[in-house]
């Protein structure tokens, strides 16, 4: 009986290990809170899109993590040092993917302020 649960134990660890590093439990939508408009987008559909690699976007995640750092813990409103500030990181990531695409001639994403940001 012990034997049984301890395998039933690793099995499900198991699996939930792989949902987790395949991204399963990701967040569908996600909505980031900007002064001149919020932006919301498909979060799964981002990542299907980067090939299940999380490393194209957060690139201080570590495989078999479930959270870490949001952004905006490294990133603040103004750049200090090195580090670029929330803006410039977001506008740097998500700006860059969608030109690169749309010059490779891939179906790319909005590279325009209104076109990400909505206002209330």
Excluded: R, Y
């Excluded at 750049?79 to 670029?84: M, N």
């Excluded at 977001?90 to 909505?118: M, W, Y």
């Amino acid at each position: 009986m012990k034997k049984g649960l301890i395998s039933i134990g690793i099995i499900a660890g198991f699996l939930f290990s792989i949902l987790m590093v395949t991204g399963s439990f990701a967040a569908d939508v996600i909505t980031l809170k900007a002064s001149n408009g919020n932006v919301t987008f498909n979060h799964k559909k981002h990542l299907e899109a980067a090939g299940n690699d999380c490393l194209k976007c957060h690139h201080t995640w570590k495989k078999g993590e479930t959270s870490g750092k949001l952004c905006v813990d490294c990133h603040k409103d103004k750049t200090e040092g090195k580090t670029l500030s929330a803006k410039e990181a977001f506008h740097k990531d998500c700006q860059g993917c969608h030109k690169g695409l749309k010059e490779a001639n891939k179906p790319a994403g909005p590279t325009s302020c209104t076109q990400c940001h909505v206002k209330k």
